[in-house]
């Protein structure tokens, strides 16, 4: 049973930090929160401890050379090092400092680490236009109409922020009131821009937001810079697939081709309509080392786009070993000589006559069926269709 994973479900909770395009795409279907209700509550207290324990300055001192990196917070070891830029470039507005430590850039999604701190001094005080006085209730969040690309706006439809520190640093830190830093790994899934090159530019602005109204910005924070990409170029394999497909009772699913990285993989298929729309549709199983891996079924058309881009994509899920084993992404190792995967689907079908209870969160609605409550981190609901596929990479 996969463990609660409290870096990913403290972003997921979070009311900013919540895709806000899904319930808006083609009729696309909304996002489930895996095992909603047990990782509601683990969350909720875990909320309460980090805006306790971050908040004393002792414990800022402590644990601020504590931060892990982007890879190490998403659960990598050093795989991704090659690919994150180090930037730890500085901005300053209404008495806030924003610092970019980090980057990472691939197709489809930006990462960075963003640390802030607040200057309460009288002087500082004075300059202001807004109240900000602590990070317990203001957070930060990319400007997607002023962010670009290569000179090109994100079409975003996923974002989701991850603390950078072990549950086990904020356990062994002492609480006290007002919270001054603010440290967070923030992810963006976008559908386009696709070319982004080999030293794309990036203008990058960021806004601190009340958590009470957090459509107004309160401070801005502009960053200009260019990542270099060759070494995560270099790292990619691109390569079509021939004669790989699984029948299911809606049709063909047939596989394309693979782009895999340390970071990212993702295959694009041909898709039924009927069996998007019916199902939750995943492709599971091992790679050549005896790695889980795991892939989502997405349309990563754009939004605007009349058709259908099917790929099944990677996302950081974690994959957890006996006691004392480190946890790691369900990613395919890219060194692997092949894949072997099965499709799995889940129904979304819910006998309106039978519910008793519906709960409605944010653009997510949670029903209970005859005292279920019906959630994505339930396995039993999965079913494999199909025989195995094997991709062969090398």
């Known amino acids: 049973m996969k463990k609660f994973d409290f870096s990913k479900e403290f972003g997921n909770i ?60 998403l659960g990598f070891q050093k795989e991704i090092e090659p690919y994150t830029e180090a930037l730890n470039i500085s901005q300053t507005d209404q008495g806030i400092t924003a610092n970019i430590k980090e980057v990472v850039l691939d197709e489809g999604v930006l990462l960075f680490r963003v640390h802030a701190e607040i200057d309460n001094t009288e002087e500082n005080e004075k300059k202001k236009t807004a109240n900000i006085s602590s990070f317990r209730n203001t957070g930060i969040t990319l400007d997607m109409g002023k962010t670009t690309i290569n000179g090109q706006k994100l079409d975003e439809y996923m974002n989701a922020e991850y603390s950078p520190y072990s549950v086990d640093d904020l356990l062994d830190a002492d609480a006290d009131s007002d919270e001054k830093e603010y440290d967070r790994v923030q992810e963006y899934r976008f559908h386009a821009p696709t070319d982004l090159g080999e030293n794309p530019e990036i203008h990058l602005v960021l806004n601190a937001f009340d958590y009470d109204d957090w459509e107004k910005s309160v401070a801005e924070f502009t960053f200009d810079f260019n990542i270099s990409r060759e070494k995560i170029l270099k790292q990619t394999t691109n390569k079509e697939l021939e004669n790989i497909s699984v029948q299911t009772e809606e049709g063909t699913v047939t596989l394309k081709d693979i782009f895999l990285n340390k970071l990212q993989s993702s295959i694009s298929a041909d898709v039924p309509e009927k069996l998007f729309q019916k199902y939750e549709v995943e492709l599971r199983g091992t790679d050549s080392k005896g790695n889980k891996v795991r892939y989502e079924l997405k349309d990563d058309a754009e939004t605007e786009a009349i058709s259908r881009n099917w790929k099944f994509k ?24 092949y894949l072997e995967l099965q499709l799995y689907l889940k129904s979304d079908d819910i006998m309106e006559s039978n519910i008793t209870e519906t709960y409605d969160l944010d653009d997510d609605t949670y029903a209970e069926e005859e005292g279920k409550v019906y959630d994505a981190g339930d396995d039993s609901e999965w079913k494999a269709v199909g025989e195995k596929m094997r991709i062969d990479i090398r």
């Open 314 to 337: 990677t996302d950081f899920w974690r994959t957890y070993g006996s006691a004392g084993d480190d946890e790691r992404p369900e990613l395919p190792d890219p060194d692997s000589e």
């Open 14 to 73: 979070d009311p900013k930090y919540i895709s806000e395009a899904e319930g808006e795409w083609k009729g696309k279907k909304k996002a489930w929160t895996p095992s909603f209700w047990s990782k509601l509550v683990a969350a909720c207290v875990i909320l309460a401890l980090i805006s306790t324990v971050l908040s004393n300055p002792k414990v800022q001192a402590a644990i601020k050379n504590l931060a892990l990196s982007i890879g190490e917070t």
